[in-house]
């Protein structure tokens, strides 16, 4: 773990929770435990970010209790700010394994290189179409993109789904979430037959400046540590690591 005497750290994370909504949510004495049907581990997993009073073994067994019932697995998401402290060492020892270290990364926004691809689209409300080319890019199903509509609905602070186009064609999209002076970059994405031609930074400083625009001052994005491509494209772009996180997913009875 790192030093957490940043401020702004902890609330990165109480962004990104805003950002990526679930379906619902529950607050279990100082933890959030997040449902979404299963579509992606930060939606369905547990936020332990505020104090716990209750007895944490305890506690741990409801959690899972909740989880099974609504057919999700237990997954608890462990950053800096875990409540209480040795949380992560308390579910290695139940056997909880790690899977999906990330790094959460900022930049400020004073200076922003000019894109040179002026071929983007950028609607401030969801709509059908980027929905649809989002899913075809990132092969999710139906099931799924309801689920996924509903939390993009669910997003309470000013948006902007951006998409690329090569000779009319929908190549890459993202979006960006503006709140408390930052905006978070989600969901950037390249249609493979395009990839390594610089179109996803040519997307990323779009929306930087749609941001900056919008009154943020700084940005911050989350990405997988074995994504190697992409670290390698964030850090060209000024991004740079404040701290990482994991989840830690309960093993499945054999």
């Not at 899977?99 to 040179?116: F, G, H, M, N």
Request: aromatic content about 12%; proline content about 3%.
């Amino acid at each position: 773990m790192i030093p957490t005497s940043n401020p702004d750290y902890k609330t990165i994370e109480e962004l990104s929770l805003n950002h990526w909504q679930p379906l619902s949510s529950l607050l279990f004495d100082g933890w959030v435990l997040r449902f979404a049907q299963g579509y992606t581990k930060r939606a369905n997993s547990i936020q332990p970010l505020h104090y716990s009073t209750q007895d944490v073994y305890e506690k741990i067994e409801q959690c899972e209790r909740m989880y099974t019932s609504n057919q999700l697995s237990t997954i608890f998401k462990i950053t800096p700010f875990i409540q209480p402290d040795h949380l992560d060492q308390l579910l290695h020892e139940k056997g909880y394994d790690v899977v999906d270290l990330s790094r959460v990364q900022t930049r400020s926004l004073e200076t922003i290189k000019e894109p040179e691809h002026s071929g983007v689209k950028m609607d401030e409300q969801l709509t059908g179409e980027w929905l649809d080319h989002f899913c075809r890019l990132n092969q999710v199903n139906d099931l799924h993109r309801g689920t996924m509509e509903q939390m993009l609905t669910n997003i309470r602070t000013r948006t902007g789904y951006i998409s690329l186009f090569i000779d009319g064609q929908v190549v890459a999209c993202g979006f960006g979430v503006v709140e408390r002076g930052y905006i978070g970059l989600y969901d950037i994405i390249t249609d493979a037959n395009f990839r390594n031609r610089g179109l996803a930074e040519q997307m990323i400083l779009h929306l930087l400046h749609w941001g900056k625009e919008n009154g943020a001052t700084s940005s911050y994005l989350q990405v997988v540590a074995n994504n190697a491509p992409a670290l390698k494209l964030y850090a060209k772009l000024g991004f740079s690591e404040i701290y990482s996180y994991w989840y830690r997913v309960k093993k499945a009875k054999i």
